[in-house]
C-alpha cells in the first residue's frame, strides 16, 4: 500500500504558465481533498471530492480547478499562475463519513516566481 | 464560526518537560477534534483524536483534554522529547456531514531542546 502520493516533489513556475498537481491513493477511498498550507495560517482547503464525477470548492478555490474521473485519481490544476500560490500543496484522503482520519500525501512545493 | 483557533503558533519546552497546545471552536456541530503531527517535509499525519462524549483521552505520553461547555480542548505531551519536535495541527470536523472536511488550526511549532 503506497498510500497517498504526489507529484511532482517540488515544482518552480514562471507567472502565467499552468500546471497540474497530480495525486493518487490506491486504499479505494471516496473522499479525497486538496489543502494548501502557508507558514502560520494552517491548513485550508482548496477542493475536495466525495466520490468520482463530484467535485466541490472549498475555503480558497480561486485560481485552481479539480477533476476526479476515477476513485484514485484527484488532479489539481493551476490555470495563469501568481505568485499568490507559492506554497506547499497537500492532498489526502478518507473513508467515507462517520471514519474521520485523513490520510495525506507527501506535498507539492511550488514557487511561483 | 467554521474558524478553530490554536495558540500558542510556536512552542520550546526542555527534554522531559510537558508541552501544551491549546485550541478553541465556535461550532457547537463539532463532533470530532483530531490532532495531527507534521515532521519538516512530510504531509501531517494523525496522532490522536477525541469525541465530545469523554473529557479525556490518552495514548502514550499524549492526552486530549477537551472542555465541552468552554468549546476548547488541548493536547499535553508529557515527558516531552527531541522527537516530539513538530508542527502540531488541532482541527475540528463534524463525523456525519456529507464531506469529511476538517477545519484546521493555524499550526504549533514545537521544539524540545536535549
Known amino acids: 500500500n503506497a498510500g497517498v502520493t504526489q507529484t511532482p516533489k517540488f515544482r518552480i513556475l514562471k507567472i502565467g504558465q499552468s500546471m497540474t498537481l497530480q495525486c493518487t491513493q490506491d486504499?479505494?477511498?471516496?473522499?479525497m481533498y486538496w489543502y494548501r498550507q502557508d507558514p502560520g495560517m494552517g491548513l485550508k482547503l482548496i477542493y475536495y471530492s466525495v466520490g468520482a464525477g463530484i467535485t466541490d470548492k472549498g475555503e480558497v478555490p480561486n485560481g485552481y480547478n479539480v477533476s476526479r474521473s476515477t476513485t484514485e485519481d484527484f488532479p489539481l490544476r493551476l490555470e495563469l499562475a501568481a505568485p499568490s500560490q507559492t506554497s506547499v500543496y497537500f492532498c489526502?484522503?478518507?473513508?467515507?463519513?462517520?471514519?474521520?482520519?485523513?490520510?495525506f500525501g507527501p506535498g507539492t512545493r511550488l514557487t511561483v516566481t | 464560526q467554521q474558524q478553530v483557533k490554536q495558540s500558542p503558533q510556536s512552542l520550546i519546552v526542555q527534554k522531559g518537560g510537558i508541552s501544551i497546545i491549546n485550541c478553541a471552536y465556535e461550532n457547537t456541530a463539532f463532533d470530532y477534534f483530531p490532532w495531527y503531527q507534521q515532521f519538516p517535509g512530510k504531509g501531517p499525519a494523525l496522532l490522536i483524536a477525541?469525541?465530545?462524549?469523554?473529557s479525556e483521552k490518552k495514548e502514550g505520553r499524549f492526552t486530549i483534554s477537551f472542555n465541552k461547555s468552554a468549546k476548547q480542548f488541548s493536547l499535553h505531551i508529557m515527558d516531552s522529547q527531541p522527537g516530539d519536535s513538530a508542527t502540531y495541527f488541532c482541527?475540528?470536523?463534524?463525523?456525519?456531514?456529507?464531506?469529511?472536511?476538517?477545519?484546521f488550526g493555524q499550526g504549533t511549532t514545537l521544539q524540545v531542546k536535549p
Open positions: 489526502a484522503s478518507s473513508y467515507e463519513r462517520g471514519r474521520g482520519e485523513q490520510y
Open positions: 477525541i469525541r465530545p462524549d469523554v
Open positions: 482541527a475540528a470536523s463534524t463525523l456525519l456531514s456529507n464531506t469529511g472536511k476538517l477545519i
Open positions: 486504499m479505494n477511498h471516496n473522499y
